[in-house]
């Protein structure tokens, strides 16, 4: 690849993130609230405006930027021969969605915007994250690790014998919705009672006590009994889903991001990592579960990752110049 | 590879089979009960002791048996840069393994082979009964695509992007230990509660009426009304267990063997399959559950699948030459 710019989206639920970088780093970044209205190709049509937008703020002639990295929310489906999102809280014709001003059903990312690019690359935003941490952050050389984000939603990028997972529509990972629990109330937004998600995401954790995620850990960390007690549970099922991921997986190592674990990573870790290692230890035994080094900035970079020039890497893991973005 | 014969050994808990097989099929096949006393080296040295009776038996040379593939029961561990077995109710140095007389914690089955064998591959069994399927069976041409064996215990061979998972010491697919209920009464020989082989292996299915697995599923056939409940449960778990790799590795397509489906498949297949079905259709539409097409002989044709000359395989695929091991 011989790119002298390069472009990278992240697609969120409630922003998109769009970027544009050079061999010594991101040169722009500019984000807006994700569209959830208007034609079909309302959301490919506002990443390609983006796009350019965090091309004129370069001083970068958008013509020359022909290869984007896309890091989406999932989950995927194929249409046509290419990848669309059909995300519940995207598109409004999913029967299951209520509220939102659009009828779509699957949103057509990849066939507009590859009419905009010569060479993209669309993955998963967990799968984009695994990428970054495994180019620039704490999965470095590692062969068989995970990246997870306990965060709103709870979501994994895996690889295993060195080979990032993808799937059949490329929604390997979606290991949030696994069944884990009888419990009905532990009620998910995809309909399941007793997923991981429905058990202890973002949206769910504080629901016990009708206090947001944020109100729970504070009140826990600050010694309310109930509080703590729901959240020593919570990194408990936490724990367990990185066990069953290791049963499947033969993980060695985990990395962890997502608004909930970097914010409470530190005190969530040893109770994970105990509901690890009392299982099997011809399983269990050497894993490591560690904060994603990438924090808040993993999907961005995460999008970078899956169309960087290889010969940009070695610069970057020096100067880290994403750390600009950060601010 | 140039190799005239191949050797092919299953070492499972309680027998091991051992074939020598030429470019037009296999050629014998011997089984022993599985040697768990004596020195360390005592089940390697049984399995190529077998081989060699192998060869004798087919009239081949033993020393021109120079390549083995071998499916094993499993879980695997590393030692001094060899893979060893650290199987539970194998080896008796275990503190959980009782009444087994022998002292052993791991053994050393790929160094002693190696000292018989130039080329040798080592695969869980249910990691070969999975190749077995893709080139013989099943799951043909299938990229994402999962073995499952229902049977004593309940164990994976997963497929993904056409790449077979391994794992940092070769035990994907272990997701029989995977945690899915809280029920504390589901005790499994690894010591989990409430994962998928403590809910409903062989072992532990019939318990909860205090009598065998086939006895309750005659009783549910014949109309029982209580041992009908407890069958179509573990058909549900089963199906939930399905879903959760679905969910994980986004596969497209199951083969099930193992001696409770083998006998009782046709009976769960449709609850199992509308367990998966009834979950976000974006992961779940489309797959399919059939039953392993080489029934009993999967782990015997996995171990010859794991390192059969390329050149033989079109040839075996219309003869099928394995039929006449079924006898």
Not at 39 to 66: F, H, K, W, Y
Request: charged share 15%; glycine share 12%; with cysteine.
């Amino acid at each position: 690849m011989d790119a002298t710019y390069i472009g990278a989206v992240d697609i969120g639920g409630t922003k998109i993130a769009a970027i544009v970088a050079g061999p010594q780093g991101p040169l722009a970044r500019v984000t807006e609230p994700t569209i959830k209205s208007g034609p079909l190709e309302a959301l490919p049509n506002q990443v390609i405006g983006m796009m350019g937008a965090a091309c004129r703020q370069a001083g970068v002639d958008p013509a020359s930027v022909t290869t984007a990295g896309i890091a989406s929310c999932g989950p995927f489906v194929h249409e046509q021969g290419f990848l669309g999102l059909s995300t519940p809280n995207l598109c409004g014709g999913h029967t299951a969605a209520v509220d939102l001003p659009n009828d779509w059903d699957v949103i057509p990312v990849e066939r507009v915007l590859r009419e905009r690019f010569n060479h993209i690359v669309i993955q998963n935003d967990c799968v984009a994250a695994l990428a970054a941490e495994r180019t620039f952050g704490a999965l470095q050389g590692e062969r068989d690790c995970v990246y997870a984000t306990w965060s709103t939603g709870i979501g994994f990028g895996l690889c295993v014998d060195g080979h990032i997972l993808h799937g059949k529509h490329g929604n390997a990972g979606h290991a949030g919705h696994m069944l884990m629990s009888e419990r009905q109330d532990a009620l998910c937004g995809c309909g399941n009672r007793g997923d991981l998600e429905g058990l202890i995401s973002g949206r769910n954790i504080g629901r016990r006590m009708h206090i947001t995620t944020a109100e729970l850990f504070r009140a826990a960390r600050s010694g309310d009994a109930r509080a703590r007690e729901i959240a020593v549970e919570a990194a408990q099922w936490f724990g367990r889903a990185l066990y069953n991921l290791t049963a499947t997986l033969d993980t060695r190592a985990f990395a962890v991001g997502g608004s909930v674990w970097l914010n409470h990573g530190e005190w969530l870790a040893p109770i994970v990592l105990e509901e690890i290692e009392r299982r099997l230890p011809a399983l269990t035994s050497g894993i490591t579960v560690v904060t994603a080094a990438l924090g808040n900035l993993v999907a961005d970079i995460g999008a970078l990752s899956l169309i960087i020039p290889d010969e940009w890497i070695a610069g970057w893991r020096v100067t880290q110049p994403w750390q600009k973005l950060a601010g």
